[in-house]
Each structure stands twice: as C-alpha cells, then as structure tokens.
C-alpha cells in the first residue's frame, strides 16, 4: 500500500487534502520518508533523457532489534518468537492466484500505450492515459511467478520498462522486462 500512495503522489493523482495527509504520514515515519525519497530519485531519473543502464537498487539497512535473552521476558518473548516460527513453517500457506498490479509509465510524447506480456498471452491491451501528465497506466490481475512483458508506443515502437531491474532479449531484436511476483515458480 505505501508504494502505491507513493505513485499517487508522485504522479500528482492526490488531492490536496490527501497530500496534506501524506506529508504529515512521511513526517511520522522515517522509513517511509527514505522510501518516498527514493521512489522520487528514481522518478527523476525516469524523466531524465534516454537511461544508459539501470541505476543500482541498494537496501537500506534497518535498525537491528536485539531481544535480551538473560531477562525473564526476553525469554517468554523468544519462546513465543520460536512457537510462531515453527507454527508459520508448518502451516499450510495460502497461493494467491492473482495479485493486482499497477503498471504505469511516464511517456508524454505519444499518443498511444499498449502493454503485452507472458500475463496476457502477448496479446496487446491499451493502458490509459492519466490527464495531461504524461502518466500511462493500467491494473492487471497477475498470478505469483516470473514474467516477461514490453510496452508498445503508437503501435509499432517496443519500450522495455525503465524501472525493471531485470531484462532479456526477446527473439525479435527487442529487450522484453522481467517481473517477478510473490513466490518464483
């Protein structure tokens, strides 16, 4: 949910009052704050002329929670701790078939935007235009795994998504983007 309200906000689809409510939200938590900051870095360099590679994604590192065994509550914590573990290791977990995902694409130079994908059968569908802000945008309902996917721009241009970490070559001469949802099957 928070990268979503995040793409709201940088894609200028909040009201006022909402983006009142936003940054009062990325004051009160610091991790949220970095997270929108590099959301905002990378939007920046999206707009940025032609990309040469794709930046580096680096983790931020958090701040290690250590539980003081020696106490008498640290104890009862770490044995509730290890009864969770051992329960969520052999319960049953449940498969989401579908996930909705947001795909969206900054491109205010053409007049049309298709996606296609291993998800669609590679048959094209539009995504549609956000106003006049050079946003595409469309939600699809995607299953866990890997897959393959490219935009078309004004029907004919293949444009491998820039904010993809992964991407092949397709047997056509082109770069298809590689999505991994949930677990890799």
């Known amino acids: 949910m928070k ?29 949220y704050k970095d997270e929108s900051i590099e959301l905002l870095n990378q939007e920046k360099t999206i707009r940025s002329d032609v990309m040469e590679r794709i930046p580096p994604f680096t983790f931020r590192r958090r701040k290690k929670f250590v539980i003081p065994f020696l106490r008498p509550a640290g104890l009862v914590v770490s044995a509730a701790a290890l009864a969770l573990l051992i329960l969520f ?47 595409w945008e469309i939600f699809l309902n995607i299953a866990d795994g890997e897959h393959r996917f490219t935009y078309i721009l004004d029907g004919d241009e293949r444009f491998a998504d820039p904010t993809a970490r992964m991407r092949e070559r397709d047997d056509f001469g082109g770069e298809n983007s590689i999505l991994s949802i949930g677990r890799k099957t």
Do not use: C
């Open 3 to 31: 990268e979503y309200l995040i793409s709201m906000f940088i894609d200028n689809e909040l009201s006022l009052d909402e983006k009142i409510q936003y940054v009062e939200h990325v004051h009160a938590d610091e991790d």
């Open 89 to 135: 290791v052999f319960m049953p977990v449940k498969e989401h078939k579908n996930m909705p995902y947001r795909f969206v694409i900054y491109r205010p130079d053409v007049s049309k935007v298709e996606i296609a994908g291993s998800f669609t059968g590679w048959r094209r569908v539009s995504m549609e235009r956000m106003g006049v802000s050079g946003y």
